[in-house]
């Protein structure tokens, strides 16, 4: 796919990764999730993202997750390569880009809260100029502690980025910006967003593909129910479990230090 002549719009899907009992990740579930979320019209996904537990894979698990995924998805493979160190990044990036991923997302560097703007944009901009691919910044400071500001979007070349501050204000600052907070999908689009990123969409699509086509109060108010079903510190946990009563085989499981405590 090349960059300059596809528009990425709309729901994107955060995929969780199902894991055995054993620890182990369960490509068959994997693959099952994936072909059920196609047959209900989803059409955009994201690989290794934080709904995925990247932080608990390794980097062989995450190469594997995104090879199974583009051999199996005929619609859009975003891959997230975040990581602290500069140099992994660019190497997943660049063997994103092998596998035939059509965007890469990253985190800023994280473990180091309030790193310089400085270093940020040297960092991003040197992953930008890593791969052909388009890159989505992806902002979570909660979790980063380095928020994205207008000045380091307006300084990193980028294709867009999704915010899980789901700060609008931010919306001026990018080329696309996607929202991940479920509840203000309506308010991000009529602000100018391009979409968004939805983990609870993963146990029940349906309605978020209504509001990417429909965003009214009657489509919200929808979402906003099933958000509420999958939000909090266990949102992993109840959307596997979610899974596994949808698709059979499905395993509920979690790795540490995620627990499935509900």
């Not at 796919?1 to 528009?7: G, H, P, Q, R, S």
């Not at 990425?8 to 059920?36: C, Q, R, T, Y």
């Not at 979007?153 to 919306?171: E, R, T």
């Not at 919200?220 to 949102?235: C, E, I, M, N």
């Amino acid at each position: 796919m090349n960059k300059t002549d596809f528009e990425l719009k709309g729901l994107v899907v955060p995929v969780p990764v199902p894991f055995a009992e054993s620890g182990a990740v369960d490509f068959g579930a994997f693959l099952a999730h994936l072909d059920w979320l196609a047959e209900s019209g989803v059409r955009n996904l994201l690989i290794n993202g934080t709904t995925g537990e990247f932080f608990s894979l390794t980097p062989t698990e995450q190469l594997q997750l995104l090879q199974t995924a583009r051999e199996n998805w005929d619609g859009v493979v975003i891959a997230h390569t975040g990581s602290p160190v500069l140099s992994i990044c660019v190497e997943s990036a660049r063997a994103a880009e092998g596998e035939g991923a059509d965007f890469i997302a990253a985190l800023p560097p994280f473990y180091f809260a309030g790193a310089p703007a400085a270093g940020l944009v040297e960092w991003f901009t040197a992953l930008a100029e890593s791969t052909a691919l388009p890159l989505i910044l992806y902002n979570f400071p909660k979790h980063t502690g380095n928020p994205l500001t207008p000045e380091i979007l307006a300084q990193v070349p980028h294709y867009g980025m999704k915010d899980s501050s789901a700060d609008l204000s931010l919306i001026p600052a990018t080329p696309r910006y996607f929202v991940g907070g479920d509840r203000q999908i309506s308010a991000a689009y009529s602000a100018g967003a391009k979409g968004f990123v939805s983990a609870s969409s993963n146990a029940d699509p349906l309605p978020y593909i209504r509001i990417e086509q429909t965003q009214n109060a009657e489509n919200q108010a929808t979402v906003d129910k099933v958000y509420a079903r999958f939000s909090g510190p266990f949102a992993i946990a109840l959307i596997k479990q979610a899974l596994s009563e949808i698709i059979p085989g499905y395993p509920p499981y979690v790795r540490p230090p995620l627990t499935r405590e509900l």
